[in-house]
């Protein structure tokens, strides 16, 4: 069966520093895959996807992901995170039927 | 840039009651879904709809759910006799086509609260 895996539940970084939020996919064929960021309160914003093609994609909000088939991994990263980037981060996969699994999230807090 | 809109926001019912959630996908989308958060938990998948009858359903979306387009616009979520474990964000989705470059846009969600 289909899964995502998010393995850290919560993650505090400085304003300033380098993200990087880690995605374990399991999935049998090529997978779509994608991010989602929630601010409290707000509904699913895309960040980024992937199809195929260039296994490093960028996204809004400066985002970018690393799609590594060899170890059914996603992760986002951004080089230098801003207090706005607070929110918790969905990665999901589409089951090419359209349906999309998520994994438990990673919040993100961001300290001054 | 058009968007997925839901109403009401909130909706706070007293259990045993029905309840109907209400989305308008992106107008030219033909694919459609109802997904849920309860909360502290991950966003699951309830149910997808394509050309007016149900393509998926999981385990949650038993008898006491259904879903209807009752004209061009709306996409509706019905639960017909609410429990408290029924408390939960529903997020309505929608995709223009099931090719490979299209993500779902979501809307901002309904948090249903039973009381």
């Known amino acids: 069966a289909q899964s995502v895996t998010q393995p850290d539940i919560h993650i505090t970084v400085s304003e300033g520093a380098s993200l990087e939020l880690r995605c374990n996919y399991s999935?049998?064929?090529?997978?779509?895959l994608f991010w989602y960021v929630q601010s409290p309160g707000q509904g699913l914003q895309l960040l980024l996807k992937?199809?195929?093609?260039?296994?490093l994609v960028q996204g809004i909000k400066g985002f970018e992901a690393e799609f590594k088939r060899s170890q059914s991994s996603f992760n986002l990263r951004k080089p230098s995170v801003h207090w706005s980037d607070a929110a918790e981060y969905f990665c999901?996969?589409?089951?090419?039927?359209?349906?999309?699994?998520f994994g438990q999230g990673t919040e993100l807090s961001v300290k001054p | 840039e058009p968007e997925v809109t839901q109403t009401p926001s909130h909706q706070v019912t007293q259990m045993g009651q029905e309840v109907i959630l209400r989305c308008v996908p992106i107008?030219?989308?033909?694919?459609f879904y109802w997904y849920r958060q309860i909360l502290g938990q991950k966003v699951e998948f309830l149910v997808s709809?394509?050309?007016?009858?149900?393509?998926?359903k999981s385990e949650i979306f038993d008898d006491q759910f259904s879903v209807e387009r009752p004209d061009g616009s709306n996409f509706t979520l019905k639960i017909r006799s609410t429990k408290l474990e029924d408390s939960a964000m529903y997020f309505c989705?929608?995709?223009?086509?099931?090719?490979?470059?299209?993500?779902?846009?979501f809307g901002d969600g309904t948090r249903l609260s039973i009381l």
């Open positions: 709809f394509y050309n007016n009858e149900i393509s998926e």
């Open positions: 999901a996969v589409d089951n090419q039927g359209g349906k999309l699994i």
């Open positions: 989705a929608s995709k223009r086509d099931l090719s490979s470059n299209q993500p779902q846009h």
């Open positions: 992937y199809f195929s093609g260039d296994t």
């Open positions: 999935y049998g064929a090529t997978p779509y």
């Open positions: 107008s030219n989308h033909l694919y």
